[in-house]
């Protein structure tokens, strides 16, 4: 069995009550409509929000396309932005547990890493505001006596920007001070069931010096809220993470007025083990790939695509370690898998593995959901014996369920791994290099770990292949991501006449 840590019943706990932001402003919905959010490991009542209709969008647009049009912003030095977002990063670290906590309570994700989340996040916007002030274009003194090129960077316009529920906070940083160092402006709309945290960084933001204007945050469904933000010809560009299914409609929406997109969507990534791989340090790593975030995670590794020869080795020592990890209260220090986002989504991982159970899986460990008394949880799940064309082994469960697959020789590995539509990330286990670096360029990902897996950093490009997104964040050119490329031809001295005969 697992380790069960039972949900304390939030006694007394007072609702947050939010408004959202509109050209510097807080303000409520045109029609007054509020959503509630409960927290899904407790059952109470945490927030309260504003729910914006098609109005309230369309002048969050207004203010962020006015503000691009003829506001400060876009037109200041890139240093000054620079240093505004460096302030608002000290100010996210300084309310950082108050964000943790509304992380927390509104997903269901463990206090202890929405505490690490946030600290990603911060250095995240120094990030940044570092690269804001280099960002440049490039000249042309090779052209000819008669010609100097330019190259120019300028910020795209206006962003909209959606992001999902499972990591509220850092996957608005991924986005939007890049959006800011560019000079773009902004209408960000938060997942509904989790938009507390980037409500707060709306208040951090105007403290810190943003105009007004410059940052929109509107809190609704995405089918009122976030459809507009995609289809208005006044927005530039939208920047999506999100569901693979929504992330299509977006580009379709998008396409009517061409804009750009930038899109983080869903993921089923391989863990590949070979028999020569550390298996201590594998295990451990499986468990985590598996089970972090209740794995509801774009990242989560719920493929292990391991040697024939060491499969019984590593299932059964892997199910030896699920069973020490803690499931329970979010806010416990000492939780590592909270509770489920919502009921629905609880009924789909289930359906998803007695599914997989019907058609020929074995479940090793776990397998059903857990009654803790309060809220909802899936028991850390294994299930072995899984074959490559169930829909376990295909589709984004979100949850934390490990499907188990076998190979046997380095080509079969890859094949595995590259069969389904996904391609966000991978990790590979060898003491051999070859090995790795043969997987390595064979799997069809955006990230591929090697004895390790979901590390980041700042400085490293994070987005998928194929179904898993378009674009990259994160890394040096995450910032030019939100800008234009504009040539300037200058021609010097007299130029010769079109009409003059040769
Ligand atoms: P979702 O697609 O249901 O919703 C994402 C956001 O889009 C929410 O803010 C939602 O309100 C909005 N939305 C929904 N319908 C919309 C529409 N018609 N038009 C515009 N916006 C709309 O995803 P989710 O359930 O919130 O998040 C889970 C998904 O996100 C998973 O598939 C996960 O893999 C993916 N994800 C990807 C990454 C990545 O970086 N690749 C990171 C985290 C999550």
Redesign the pocket.
Known sequence: MTVLVRPQALADFKPREFQMLIDGRWTNGAEGRIIERRSPAHGTVVSRYQAATGADVERAIQAARHAFDKGAWPRMKGAERSNILLKAADMIAARAEELAFLDSIESGKPISQARAELAGAVDIWRYAAALGRDLHGESYNTLGEGTLGVVLREAIGVISI??????PFL?VS?KLPFALAAGCTTVV?????TSGSTLVLGEILMEAGVPSGVVNIVV????E???P??EHPDVDMVS????????K??MA?AARTLKKVSL????KNPQIIFPDANLDEFVDAAVFGAYFNAG????AGSRLIVHNSIAEEVVSRIAELSKKVRVGDPLDPGTQVGAI?TPEHLAKIDNYVRNAAGDGADIVHGGAPLDLGLGQFMAPTILSGVKRDMAVARE?V?GPVLSVLTFDTIENAVDIANSIDYG?SAGVWSRDMDTCLQVGRGVRAGTVWMNTFMDGASELP???YRQ??LGR?LGRHAVEDYTETKTLNIHMGPRTAWWMPR
């Open positions: 959606i992001t999902p529920w499972n990591f996957i991924q709309k938060p997942s509904e069931l609704g469904t995405g089918a809220a976030g459809t933000m995609t999506f993470t999100g569901s693979t299914t929504i992330g409609l977006t929406n983080e969507l869903g993921g509801e995670c774009c990242n986002i984004e979100f966000l994070f987005g998928g898993s997104g964040e």
